[in-house]
Nanobody, 122 residues
Framework: QGQLVESGGGLVQTGGSLRLSCAASGRTFSSYVMGWFRQAPGGERAFVAWISGTGARTSYTDSVKGRFTISRDNAKNTVYLQMNSLKPEDTAVYFC???????????????WGQGTQVTVSS
């Protein structure tokens, strides 16, 4: 798959929105399940959402359902995470990752980006 580079993080107030992007290099992007994970200070890396290679299937952790939307543009080799109604507990470093199979487990993902910081102020 190659390199994954996240962008779009930043500081936002409670209730605000951000859109994260993850640009992938390589020619096989559409064959990978893409996932978003997050890691809060002192915490473990936690699953947020994944999307299938075609974009037809998605899955979310319960705490973000109805607020976050994962999408992808295979022509641009990019996956997105639209985050609305942000809460202070969403504060974390967000990582995108690529896997061969649907999974909410970080160990299933073969390639990772460097992460982008999202901070939600109260």
């Amino acid at each position: 798959q190659g390199q994954l580079v996240e962008s779009g993080g930043g500081l936002v107030q409670t209730g605000g929105s951000l859109r994260l992007s993850c640009a992938a290099s390589g020619r096989t992007f559409s064959s990978y399940v893409m996932g978003w994970f997050r890691q809060a200070p002192g915490g473990e890396r936690a699953f947020v959402a994944w999307i299938s290679g075609t974009g037809a299937r998605t899955s979310y952790t319960d705490s973000v359902k109805g607020r976050f939307t994962i999408s992808r543009d295979n022509a641009k080799n990019t996956v997105y995470l639209q985050m609305n109604s942000l809460k202070p507990e969403d504060t974390a470093v967000y990582f995108c990752a690529a896997a061969r199979y649907y999974s909410g487990y970080s160990s299933s993902y073969d390639y990772w980006g460097q992460g982008t910081q999202v901070t939600v102020s109260s």
